[in-house]
């Protein structure tokens, strides 16, 4: 069984009707959840190209499990399954269509320049400035929202959620605290956290 939002994925595929880069496919998506929701669908973080949705990356891994996907390295793909299963099921199909209409073409460093004028907040981690057009009034409100410097041990550790974690499957250990069981609707707390390694395509960790 899919979530809404992973429907929303193969909706938004269908629709775009082609193979759809990594990078544009997180341009368009971060576009998409800006434009047209009200509640984001997906969140985003400042990352190497711009806004970036490591739950996307997640859905992409359990739509190519269910056969919905192709596994491409370089490329978002339905199968044939896929597009069925995006005709069943379509999420929003005119509010996606309209906006695929308006973004019709726009791909590579346009589509990304596209995103950094609008939000540049999301542009402040980028490794590409130097090599876009961007005109000077957009490189400084880039600048402008940067955050202040973090402490090294803050920036450490969120530097190792951004790089590592990406390959690799979280687990959290949930407990509880007998003070809130007499009250609290949801007493559990993480108390612990194991990150797995993405097993080989078409074979399972072994449980410990």
């Known amino acids: 069984m899919l979530f ?3 429907r929303l994925l193969l909706t938004f595929l269908d629709t775009i009707g082609e193979p759809v880069g990594h990078t544009d496919f997180q341009k368009l998506l971060f576009l998409y ?7 984001p669908t997906y969140e985003f ?7 970036f949705s490591f739950t996307s990356y997640a859905d992409k891994r359990k739509l190519i499990a269910e056969g919905l996907l192709e596994e491409d390295d370089q490329n978002w793909k339905l199968t044939d399954a896929g597009r069925t299963a995006a005709r069943k ?14 973004h019709f073409g726009l791909r590579g460093n346009e589509l990304i320049i596209e995103q950094y004028r609008r939000h540049p907040y999301y542009a402040t ?12 009034e957009a490189l400084a409100r880039i600048a402008a929202a940067r955050p202040k410097r ?3 041990a803050l920036s450490k550790v969120k530097q190792k959620y951004l790089d590592a974690f990406l390959k690799t499957d979280l687990h959290f250990f ?29 074979e399972q960790l072994e449980m410990l």
Do not use: D
């Open 4 to 6: 809404e939002r992973q």
């Open 33 to 39: 959840t800006r434009e047209c929701e009200t509640a």
């Open 45 to 51: 973080v400042p990352y190497k190209f711009g806004g």
């Open 89 to 102: 099921q379509a999420v929003e199909p005119l509010r996606v269509a309209g906006f695929c209409r308006r």
């Open 125 to 136: 981690r980028s490794e590409i400035l130097e090599k876009l057009r961007l005109e000077p």
């Open 150 to 152: 973090q402490p090294a």
């Open 174 to 202: 949930l407990g509880t605290m007998k003070q809130f069981h007499g009250y609290s609707p949801n007493p559990w707390v993480i108390i612990g956290m194991l990150p797995l390694p993405h097993p080989p395509a078409g």
